[in-house]
């Protein structure tokens, strides 16, 4: 009988150290500014043959957007083409701060949309509508889509 119960709870604990954590909170830092933090998993990552990188991002706000049905945080899926050194960014979802769905993203939030310092030194947003090859637009070195660039292209 001992031997049997025993054998049983190793079973078990083989089995809970080889199964895989779905954990959804492995979310690794990406960048920090004052409206919002970024984050990225490993976890969901996917590779084409074409060198596109699926990855998600999510973005948590330092306040919450009541205006929006109290938005908490965000998820999208950042599409990377490691080839070409572009990306672009899926409309994802929305969260409340009790991480329920509350509305589809934006792909175009502010804090998703790289940008760029041009000979005047003035920002300029670079909006994907203006990519072309469908959407993508260049990954700009030291911007949260460069440090995710240099993660999941490797």
């Known amino acids: 009988m001992k031997r049997l119960f025993l054998t049983i709870i190793t ?3 083989l089995i809970a150290a080889c199964s895989h954590n779905n954990n959804p909170n492995k979310w690794i830092l990406l960048s920090k500014s004052k409206n919002a933090t970024l984050y990225y998993t490993l976890d969901r990552m996917s590779k084409t043959d074409t060198k596109i990188v699926k990855i998600w991002v999510k973005t948590v706000y330092s306040e919450v957007n009541r205006d929006d049905s109290n938005v908490s ?17 899926n409309p994802g979802f929305n969260y409340s701060s009790s991480d329920e769905i509350v509305s589809k993203t934006d792909a175009q939030q502010p804090d998703l949309v790289a940008t760029a310092s041009d000979r005047s030194n003035r920002e300029a947003a670079i909006k994907p509508e ?7 637009i260049p990954v700009i070195p030291d911007s949260a889509a460069g440090r995710l660039y240099s993660v999941a292209c490797r």
């Not at 999208?76 to 990306?87: A, I, Q, W």
């Open 11 to 13: 079973l078990l604990f």
């Open 130 to 136: 203006s990519a072309e090859s469908g959407g993508y």
């Open 73 to 89: 945080y965000s998820k999208n899926m950042y599409m990377l083409n490691c080839g070409n050194k572009t990306f672009k960014i």
